[in-house]
């Protein structure tokens, strides 16, 4: 099964008069290849899974697929907060030769640990791919714990975990309680080189989206334990606050429209587009990232 290790890119869906824009996703992906980045999220929370139909999902992985050739791996994200509903989907994301899910914890429902647990081992029963457990609390108000985490670790095609609380305790608390094996692998973009320092596996990243060789090329000195990489992430601190400064990926879609890479950073209701375009557009340049 595969580790889904390292530099990961959680992509922004690029649309076009309400239709998934193809010519920007393309150029998305070479930008990706190019800089190196080691897989792919195709339905993220990046990509605005919430407002992505399933049909859409499929055609969008088919293409991810095809232009990326098989030289990284995809995955797709297919959690929701009904576990019949995130079984379908996953069945389906499966029967497309999908290589794995990133399964978000059900969010608004707020179930308890054991909730949580018995959610994961229902879609690991009905899957045979590999699943990444996807921890996210600022978005879904619940949080898996520790012991849920090594508990479902166990699980045969629950392979790894996407740990996107900043919370290193809980993060070195995952890694030591789980064999070598299993993927820990950040979902911060402020953080992961701490985690990776710390022993964990990678990061899955709204960054690199538009510094995808930045964030290679940090990753790979932090799992070297080379400390100095998370000092020099502090050089691009001020372009990452403003990619969260409103709801992701309202600012990382305005960024990749500002490089050229989207031709619109057309959103999906009820997201709209950024309010400080200036602003951005002024740090992208101090960065380095648009001339």
């Known amino acids: 099964m595969s580790s889904f ?24 992906l070479r930008f990706q290849l190019d800089g190196g980045i080691e897989g792919l999220v195709v339905s993220g929370t990046t990509g605005e899974s919430p407002c992505l139909e399933l049909k859409e999902i499929e055609s969008m992985y088919h293409f991810v697929k095809s232009e990326v050739g098989g030289q990284i791996p995809i995955l797709v994200g297919t959690g929701s907060n009904s576990t019949q509903k995130t079984i379908e989907a996953s069945l389906a994301a499966q029967s497309w030769g999908v290589e794995g899910l990133l399964i978000v914890t059900p969010y608004y429902n707020k179930p308890p640990q054991r909730g949580l647990i018995a959610h994961y081992k229902s879609v690991a029963e009905k899957v045979k791919i590999p699943i ?21 670790s166990r699980v045969e095609n629950i392979i790894g975990i996407k740990d996107a609380t900043a919370d290193m305790s809980l993060g070195k608390k995952i890694i030591d309680g789980t064999s070598t094996d299993f993927t820990v692998t950040s979902g911060d973009d402020f953080t992961f080189l701490e985690l990776a320092l710390l022993g964990g596996s990678g990061v899955i990243s709204v960054l690199s989206n538009i510094a995808p060789k930045l964030v290679r090329n940090l990753l790979d000195r932090a799992r070297k334990k080379d400390a100095k990489s998370n000092q020099e992430l502090q050089s691009v601190k001020k372009l990452t606050e403003l990619l969260f400064a409103e709801a992701n990926p309202i600012p990382v879609k305005s960024a990749l429209c500002l490089m050229g890479i989207f031709e619109r950073d057309e959103m999906r209701l009820p997201l709209v587009p950024f309010s400080n375009k200036d602003l951005l557009k002024k740090e992208l340049i101090t960065t380095g990232l648009l001339k």
């Open 132 to 152: 990444m457990l996807y921890n996210v609390p600022g978005r879904t108000a619940v949080s898996l714990s520790a012991e849920a985490t090594i508990e479902l």
């Open 5 to 28: 290790r390292g530099a990961i890119t959680a992509l922004a869906t690029p649309f076009k008069d309400g239709e998934i824009d193809y010519p920007s996703l393309k150029k998305l």
